[in-house]
T-cell receptor
Framework: NAGVTQTPKFRVLKTGQSMTLLCAQDMNHEYMYWYRQDPGMGLRLIHYSVGEGTTAKGEVPDGYNVSRLKKQNFLLGLESAAPSQTSVYFC????????????FGPGTRLTVL | AQSVAQPEDQVNVAEGNPLTVKCTYSVSGNPYLFWYVQYPNRGLQFLLKYITGDNLVKGSYGFEAEFNKSQTSFHLKKPSALVSDSALYFCAVRDPGFNKFYFGSGTKLNVKP
């Protein structure tokens, strides 16, 4: 099992450009999450999904969109990147929602100039 | 407000000595509590969790944590630290009544030979 994988690992964007981050999991998990990690702030939840075809807002959803067209994939989109979106993005998945362990991908380091 | 706090940005300990990484939480109801570890340039890895039952929870790599409801704390402990334990540690909490997951800001553990 590859677990949770993220593509790409690094990316540099100019302000206003768009991009999509791809997360894939091969554990047949129902739940998937996108977080951003910033120094001194821990991880903050951007969006999450409780199953194929569903998405919901997390703590910091503004400026991001997501889609879960297939159970194994969870896409995070930035339509018009801003420097404030410079961060490390982590995807995670879990079998259950409430008390279950989350499995994290290796992260994507995004810089917006 | 739902939150989790890690009051120490950094903890320094000598190899072989016991270590404690502190975490306090503020949620309504009975929380689900987690500890994750992050090594450089890696995603987070699950260490242990408390859902219900015995207040002392044992996890991976010899770590354990004690749930204290009256003090709303969930401190991570290890009897004898290893240099390889040096990493960033995150406490996380989920309020079962909400589909949200909150992470602390992280504590950097430095174990010196």
């Amino acid at each position: 099992n590859a677990g949770v994988t993220q593509t790409p690992k690094f990316r540099v964007l100019k302000t206003g450009q768009s991009m999509t981050l791809l997360c894939a999991q091969d554990m047949n998990h129902e739940y998937m999450y996108w977080y951003r990690q910033d120094p001194g702030m821990g991880l903050r939840l951007i969006h999450y999904s409780v199953g194929e075809g569903t998405t919901a807002k997390g703590e910091v959803p503004d400026g991001y969109n997501v889609s879960r067209l297939k159970k194994q994939n969870f896409l995070l989109g930035l339509e018009s990147a801003a420097p404030s979106q410079t961060s490390v993005y982590f995807c995670a998945s879990s079998y259950e929602l409430a008390g279950d362990t989350q499995y994290f991908g290796p992260g994507t380091r995004l810089t917006v100039l | 407000a739902q939150s989790v706090a890690q009051p120490e940005d950094q903890v320094n300990v000598a190899e072989g000595n016991p270590l404690t990484v502190k975490c306090t939480y503020s949620v309504s109801g009975n929380p689900y509590l987690f500890w994750y570890v992050q090594y450089p340039n890696r995603g987070l890895q699950f260490l242990l969790k408390y859902i219900t039952g015995d207040n002392l929870v044992k996890g991976s790599y010899g770590f354990e944590a004690e749930f204290n409801k009256s003090q709303t704390s969930f401190h991570l402990k290890k009897p004898s630290a290893l240099v390889s334990d040096s990493a960033l540690y995150f406490c996380a909490v989920r309020d079962p009544g909400f589909n949200k997951f909150y992470f602390g800001s992280g504590t950097k553990l430095n174990v010196k030979p």
